[in-house]
Structures are given as C-alpha cells and as structure tokens.
C-alpha cells in the first residue's frame, strides 16, 4: 500500500491519500494490517511513520508520542535494543475509521534473551487514510530460542492465519 498523489482540481491543492480509505470494509481493513506488518518488519522508521499523520498521537506502553519526528525517534531507539525482531499482525475488530489488531512479535535482547511480545492496538484514521492515533498495550514473555515461530516476514502461505493465544 502506497501514498498516491490525486490530481488536484480547480480551486484546490493536490491531496496525498493512502488507500485503502475509510469507511473501511472487511477487505481493507485486513490491507491496512497487512500494511503496517510489512512496515514495521521493515524496520525503517521513516517507513512506518509516513503511515501517520504528522501530528499523530501515539500510546505505546507507558510513553505518549506527537507527530512523526517523536515516532521515528522511539522506533530508532526501540529498534536499537530489539534484535532480530519479526511481527505478525491480526486484525479483530473494525468500524468505518477505527481498526483494532491482536499481534505477537519476536525478538533478542542485548544479552541473548529472546522475548516474545504480545499485544494489541487500537488505531483512528483520517479521511485521507492516514493513522491518526495508535494506543498499544503490549507485555513480554521471556522464551527459549527453540521456542521461536515468528521468523522474518510472513510467508505468503501464512496470509490468513490467525495468532496462537500462546
């Protein structure tokens, strides 16, 4: 899913949307998770933060994120500590803007500890398509490096599969 530019009409300024748009149907709410696992897999956080609007408001955790610039910064600093780190995002519920998704992520600590992160989120859109406010309540469970099952993006096989509880 990528930014498209539409042309602009007389009287007004060419917009940037990223589809697929509110109201959203079942289709492209499940596009929108499927979007934001594929970026953040990609560990860019230039990547990610295009997806929101420039003064996103952000929960993560115990921190409050504004805007791009705070978001690129924390995912730098989290990406920093989290190694090998690998998502999967499962969408749950959905309204005309609002999406909420369950997701797991794996991940190896500075010492070796693999973690796996579980969590859930609560995102807003704007007309345009762009997340507008993401809340994210997430707890870490320490594993074993055999007990890992996320590894790198997910296989096309995978598309549709829901997440284990455990």
Request: glycine letters at 6%.
């Amino acid at each position: 899913m990528n930014e498209t530019t539409t042309p602009a009409t007389p009287g007004s300024a060419a917009a940037t949307v990223r589809p697929p748009l509110p109201p959203f149907d079942e289709a492209g709410a499940r596009a929108k998770v499927q979007a934001a696992e594929d970026a953040w897999n990609s560990r860019d956080p230039e990547r990610v933060a295009a997806a929101y609007t420039a003064d996103s408001q952000w929960r993560n955790r115990d921190e409050f994120l504004t805007g791009r610039e705070q978001i690129v910064a924390f995912l730098t600093r989290k990406w920093a500590g989290e190694q090998d780190y690998a998502l999967r995002k499962s969408l749950w519920a959905f309204t005309a803007d609002r999406i909420a998704v369950r997701f797991q992520y794996e991940w190896r600590d500075e010492a070796g500890q693999w973690w796996r992160s579980y969590g859930n989120e609560n995102w807003e859109f704007d007309a345009a398509g762009y997340m507008s406010r993401r809340e994210a309540s997430i707890n870490d469970v320490r594993i074993n490096a055999g007990d890992r099952r996320i590894h790198g993006a997910r296989p096309a096989s995978e598309s549709d599969a829901d997440l284990p509880l455990r």
